[in-house]
Nanobody, 127 residues
Framework: QVHLVESGGGLVQAGGSLRLSCAAS????????MYWFRQAPGKERELVAT????????YYSDSVKGRFTISRDNVQNSEALQMNNLKPEDTAVYYC????????????????????WGQGTQVTVSS
């Protein structure tokens, strides 16, 4: 069974930075594209960034493009999300997830496509 643990969230002022981490187990991590989603209060869970299993391809939502960077370490079975120039609208709980299928990447994945989630990590950006 896939187990995901997100960490690195916190409270930061607008313009600040945070680095989120995701530790994954229970899967052959190097075979799976990885995703970061976020969910703000009262809103649907939305896709933030995606990285292919070899790190060759990445995707960012328009709202974070140029500010966030996704990366992964297939030796450590982990991925990261470097978030710079944070804005109050980035406030949300952030979740990582592997693609439901190995060696598959879908840039338009929706939260409903995923069967399990970690506990998430809270990011709060004050103005």
């Amino acid at each position: 069974q896939v187990h995901l643990v997100e960490s690195g969230g916190g409270l930061v002022q607008a313009g600040g930075s945070l680095r989120l981490s995701c530790a994954a187990s229970g899967l052959t991590f190097s075979n799976y594209a990885m995703y970061w989603f976020r969910q703000a209060p009262g809103k649907e869970r939305e896709l933030v960034a995606t990285i292919s299993w070899t790190s060759t391809f990445t995707y960012y939502s328009d709202s974070v493009k140029g500010r966030f960077t996704i990366s992964r370490d297939n030796v450590q079975n982990s991925e990261a999300l470097q978030m710079n120039n944070l804005k109050p609208e980035d406030t949300a709980v952030y979740y990582c997830a592997p693609d439901p299928r190995p060696r598959t990447i879908v840039y338009g994945r929706r939260a409903a496509d995923f069967g399990s989630w970690g506990q998430g990590t809270q990011v709060t950006v004050s103005s």
